[in-house]
């Protein structure tokens, strides 16, 4: 079984500049969520879909960020502005149902200089 | 390569020692919890999961342990090998969170030959 798809692997780009991240999850995974990992730390959800339905982004600086699953499947995430801060792996998960494992793609390390 | 992890906290073992990563959480409404195992330059990667009917769930080397009564999760990881060598995160959600993970800070398991 494939697993999750994330592209490109790195990505340095200079503050104010723009940057998007793409992922592929699992065949039939419903469930699709971008994470943000600093250096140091867990993983913090930024949004997770549902289909192609936002089912929660609190966690997302909506003033910078964006992000869309069209159709359901792919999904891409936008920052626009960058700043230094945004520096970390964005990472792509995806998982089947309900209160089921989250499987990870292997990140994009992103950064601001 | 890169120097994931700087301020984890580490636990250091002997090969063929058994290990025992401990985690707190906070949220007394969590059902469900995942270790997820890191090593460096990729994503998070499921090792266990358990759900909080349980106290007890055992996989190959591998045995995680709930307590709910002081929220505490543990993993044990028996005979650790240089390749369990990596970061460890808890992560955990409950029923109405649709499935949105809240990572643990994560602790460092480095595994001497």
């Known amino acids: ?113 | 390569g890169e120097s994931v992890g700087l301020h984890l906290p580490t636990l250091s073992v002997q090969e063929g020692d058994n290990s025992i990563i401990n985690c707190a959480y906070s949220n007394s409404a969590s059902d469900y919890f995942i270790w997820y195992k890191q090593e460096s330059g990729k994503g998070p990667q499921f090792i266990i999961d358990i759900r909080s009917n349980m106290d007890k769930r055992q996989g190959q080397r591998v045995t995680v342990l709930l307590n709910k009564t002081v929220k505490h999760l543990s993993l044990q990881i028996a005979a650790t090998q240089p390749g369990d060598s990596a970061v460890y995160f808890c992560a955990e959600t409950y029923n109405n969170a649709g499935n949105m993970l809240t990572f643990g800070g994560g602790t460092r398991l480095m595994v001497k030959p």
């Open chain 1, 1 to 113: 079984e494939a697993g999750v798809a994330q592209s490109p692997r790195y990505k340095i780009i200079e503050k104010r500049q723009s940057v998007a991240f793409w992922c592929n999850p699992i065949s039939g995974h419903a469930t699709l969520y971008w994470y943000q990992q600093i250096l140091g730390q867990g993983p913090k959800l930024l949004i997770q879909f549902q289909n192609n339905g936002v089912v929660d982004d609190s966690q997302l600086p909506k003033d910078r960020f964006s992000a869309e699953r069209l159709k359901g499947v792919d999904s891409t995430l936008k920052i626009q502005p960058a700043k230094l801060e945004d520096s970390a792996v964005y990472l792509c998960a995806s998982s089947l149902a309900w209160l089921t494992e989250a499987f990870f793609g292997q990140g994009t390390r992103l950064t601001v200089v």
